[in-house]
């Protein structure tokens, strides 16, 4: 089943809600949502879900805050996780909750939900506007589940989630997301986004629902991750789990009794298709496993297997295998006890043979683990390449790699990877051309071959044509690349290492055949003794928190010399040339690794940089933050230079933006009071991401019917903008592309207040416009019906800046709050919360840090004593509250 939303959530109907007629193997429009339907139907055998009396299930429609809480009352009564102390207190909330209007059918769950602290206050808000009920956020509906799941697990035991979109998830919301995506309730969409403030659907949160009630259930296990995995020959194999709760789990699985998948579940998966470090979802039936779903993405097979490529030969005891890096012959012994696989499945050397027979016209792929044995051949001692185990599939193309020797329309010319080896492949009639990940032609790739050095990875059908081909300015990873690693173990018989985040394990067989060299302000030539005690620290002077070394290879693979290094060392030992340097557009940030558009190396980012390490050019701020952002929104064009390591993980960069587009919610010019606000433009786009820049003093307009000067007046606050920004990426032409507001209008400011049904600025009354457009960084109410509500307050003083038209109608309202005085309800997450003879209304502060200063308080907790207590709200003058 492909799972096609961003979260598993969703809305429920439960009995006692709506009518109820329909069950899930009648619903008539289920066909609708064909990723759901099976969980639709759990969801309805289990009585956890209803459909309508038309026999429809509406699995598209947007769920309510209040159903949404009826749904978690329904899913916890069913697991038998309720509150007992919290239940029946509809009493004591009756008032509040008529004051926002809750509906009568969900007061109870409502009640429930504040009494168990699944709800706050400051949500209420949120249910409805003006008595209509609003549909709930992803973000809002996981707090809520995750609040519910937050009495049996650690909200704070994870290490951050890893959405494309992380910065739209909200602070309060992030640990709760990071819960419920470690319980595997949650996930990212396709494009690896979590989507945080589109609205929940029904089948959503069917989804949703039916994994949680599993994992209260117990039928669901902890997601985990395998610390540890033996392979008993492919008869069966022993894995050792740690689960996110804590727990471990030894299980001993085999082909016949259990079933691995793929993380949606849409493909089953051989054991041996596991690997230490995998993360995994174990599903049981009582207290036996019945299933284990790969969380993770397939290791690829360079990454499992010691040696890849295509079976040349099978015959007399040995397999000669090309690479599928170098496309050279190697040839290896059978071992006595090798075993072999097809497809995930064990078999024998005489089925693989005739696998080879019967696909002439086809490639046989494998993955072979090995070992070196050190023994006599024709009377003289020598390193034999032994395979030990062979994994086969049968495959209709091969991939290889190389570095480009000339391209033309209709031929790609390449010397192969890791030798002198010339290789060239004319292109099928069906080929596609690729630059880095990004769709192009045969045109584009020869004009790229044409600007200087470049690597092509070619995939070739049974008939020798090349159906694909990647370019990119970065050589393709191959195993048997010099590189800087870490060592990570090392004695006489292997040498352990890691790059990129991957460990591998390189065998020995014998020392004698490798030269070991250690930095010692030069490099000394030492024996294998001399290379341990240099590695193991035979003294306090000799202690270090990492060991990096570079090793060089011959042509099958084996390890002719080691040099080791200190982490004090790196930079003498192993040279400048180590580092990497890349410019380019950037394409996207994912999980902590920078990718080019030209490029297909992913460079990883540290989790933290100095001022003088990231620097955004036209953006007041350097923050990592700010830069995932940038990179990673539709609208802007991010230009990026790096300096990275030899593990690619990037040491320094330079950032500035080249070209974005948006809504211009406010610029200040080089005469404005603040200096913190001056030459600065604040850029809103289409994903809600907020950006402040920096402008030259005086940008361009591209119209003779407006200037810099008057972009500062709220009459073209909201506009949509196109900007061009110079070499040090400050903003130099702003080109406002929606001329509504550009001219034929007046602006004024000042203390706003109602008259009748007109507004009154500064003493003179104004009416309203059927579109009248808010904005305010006071507070978020946006509606025309709230606002008035404001200005009738009596313990509010509101300044507004606004735009009138030629028909004396404010078009625009800009407003901020100067004062407001009531009682204290509540801090929340950068909001402060009073109450009014009117209403309760919740305003913007400045960071809470600041905010505890100016109070003179030391903890977030000494909020609660200030509440019930009478105050001023004092604010500062972008209208956040500083102090009361």
């Given at each position: 089943m492909k799972r096609k939303m961003a979260m598993a959530l969703a809305a429920v109907l439960v009995a006692g809600s709506l009518p109820v007629t329909a069950s899930a193997a009648t619903f008539t429009d289920i066909n609708e949502v064909s990723w759901a339907s099976s969980t639709i139907q759990a969801v309805s055998d289990k009585g956890l879900i209803n459909g309508y009396e038309d026999g429809t299930f509406r699995?598209?429609?947007?769920?309510?805050?209040?159903?949404?809480?009826?749904?978690?009352?329904?899913?916890?009564?069913?697991?038998?996780?309720?509150?007992?102390?919290?239940?029946?207190?509809?009493?004591?909330?009756?008032?509040?909750?008529?004051?926002?209007?809750?509906?009568?059918?969900?007061?109870?769950t409502v009640a429930y939900?504040?009494?168990?602290?699944?709800?706050?206050?400051a949500d209420l808000p949120k249910f409805t506007t003006n008595g209509v009920s609003n549909p709930a956020t992803r973000q809002d509906v996981a707090v809520m589940f995750g609040r519910a799941l937050s009495e049996k697990y650690d909200i704070y035991a994870g290490t951050g989630v890893n959405y494309n979109d992380v910065w739209r998830i909200s602070d309060e919301a992030m640990p709760y997301v990071d819960l419920l995506t470690r319980l595997g309730i949650v996930t990212g969409d396709d494009s690896g986004n979590f989507n945080p403030t589109a609205n929940i659907t029904r089948a959503e949160m069917a989804v949703m629902m039916n994994k949680t009630y599993d994992l209260l259930s117990n039928e669901l296990a902890n997601t985990g991750e395998i610390t540890e995995i033996v392979n008993h020959d492919g008869d069966y194999y022993d894995v050792d789990v740690k689960m996110d709760n804590g727990e471990r789990n030894r299980l001993t699985l085999s082909d016949d009794n259990i079933s691995v998948y793929n993380k949606d579940g849409s493909r089953e998966l051989p054991i041996s298709s596991l690997t230490k470090g995998d993360r995994v979802s174990l599903v049981f039936d009582g207290l036996v496993i019945t299933k284990i779903y790969l969380l993770d993405e397939e290791a690829s097979a360079q990454e499992k297997y010691d040696a890849v490529g295509y079976i040349y030969s099978l015959k007399d005891g040995y397999l000669n295998l090309e690479s599928e890096n170098t496309g050279e012959t190697t040839k290896y012994k059978i071992n006595t006890n090798c075993t072999y696989y097809l497809d995930g499945k064990k078999t024998t050397e005489s089925a693989i043979k005739d696998v080879i027979d019967d696909n002439s016209d086809k490639y046989v792929y494998a993955g072979l683990y090995t070992e070196t044995k050190n023994e006599k051949v024709d009377g003289k001692r020598q390193d034999v390449l032994y395979a030990n185990a062979v994994y086969v599939t049968v495959k209709d193309e091969y991939t290889q790699t190389g570095e480009v020797t000339d391209f033309t329309s209709t031929t790609v010319y390449y010397k192969a990877s890791g030798s002198n080896a010339r290789k060239s492949a004319d292109f099928a009639s069906d080929c596609e051309f690729y630059i880095g990940d990004k769709k192009s032609s045969a045109k584009d790739l020869e004009e790229m071959a044409e600007s200087g050095t470049v690597y092509v990875k070619v995939t070739v059908n049974s008939k020798g044509k090349a159906t694909k081909v990647v370019m990119t300015e970065d050589k393709f990873t191959d195993n048997t690349a010099s590189s800087t690693y870490t060592v990570k173990g090392f004695n006489k018989d292997r040498i352990i290492v890691s790059r990129g985040g991957t460990s591998t394990t390189y065998e020995f067989g014998s020392t004698s055949d490798i030269t070991f060299y250690i930095w010692e302000g030069k490099w000394n030539e030492v024996s294998f003794k001399g290379a341990e005690s240099f590695y193991d620290g035979d003294d306090d002077e000799d202690d270090y928190d990492t060991m990096y070394a570079r090793m060089n290879f011959d042509k099958s693979g084996k390890i002719t010399a080691i040099y080791m290094a200190k982490d004090g060392d790196r930079e003498n030992a192993f040279g400048e040339a180590e580092e990497t340097e890349r410019k380019g557009t950037v394409e996207y940030i994912k999980d902590g690794k920078l990718k080019f558009k030209t490029s297909s190396t992913e460079y990883t980012l540290q989790s933290k940089y100095d001022e003088d390490s990231l620097e955004i050019g036209g953006a007041p701020t350097s923050s990592l933050t700010v830069l995932t952002r940038m990179a990673n929104c539709d609208d802007v064009t991010l230009y990026a230079e790096i300096k990275a390591d030899g593990n690619n993980k990037i040491t320094d960069i330079e950032a500035r933006l080249t070209a974005a587009e948006g809504k211009m919610i406010e610029y200040n010019g080089k005469d404005t009071s603040d200096s913190d606000k001056k030459n600065t433009l604040t850029l809103e786009t289409s994903d809600g991401s907020q950006f402040k820049l920096k402008t030259v003093s005086n940008p361009k307009t591209d119209s003779d019917d407006y200037d810099a000067e008057d972009l500062q007046t709220t009459g073209y606050r909201g506009s949509s903008v196109e900007l061009e920004f110079n070499n040090d990426g400050e903003i130099s032409k702003i080109i406002v592309t929606d001329s509504s507001y550009n001219s034929g209008t007046k602006r004024v400011k000042g203390t706003a207040s109602l008259d009748g049904s007109k507004i009154k600025i500064d003493g003179k009354s104004y009416s309203w416009d059927s579109k009248t457009y808010i904005t305010s960084s006071s507070f978020t109410y946006s509606t025309k019906d709230m606002f008035e509500r404001m200005l009738q307050d009596k313990d509010i003083e509101v300044y507004v800046e606004a735009t009138i038209s030629d028909s004396n109608k404010v078009e625009r309202i800009n407003a901020r709050v100067e004062s407001a005085e009531g009682e204290f309800v509540e801090y929340d997450s950068g909001s402060v919360v009073i109450e009014t003879d009117s209403r309760k209304w919740s305003f913007n502060t400045v960071s809470k840090n600041t905010l505890l200063k100016n109070c003179g308080l030391d903890d977030e907790k000494d909020f609660e004593k200030k509440e019930g207590k009478n105050v001023t709200l004092e604010f500062n003058s972008d209208g956040l509250v500083e102090e009361f």
């Open positions: 699995a598209k429609n947007n769920v309510t805050y209040s159903e949404a809480m009826v749904m978690i009352y329904n899913l916890m009564d069913k697991t038998g996780n309720l509150k007992a102390s919290a239940t029946n207190t509809l009493s004591i909330y009756q008032s509040v909750l008529n004051t926002y209007k809750i509906p009568t059918w969900s007061q109870s939900g504040l009494s168990a602290q699944i709800l706050m206050a």
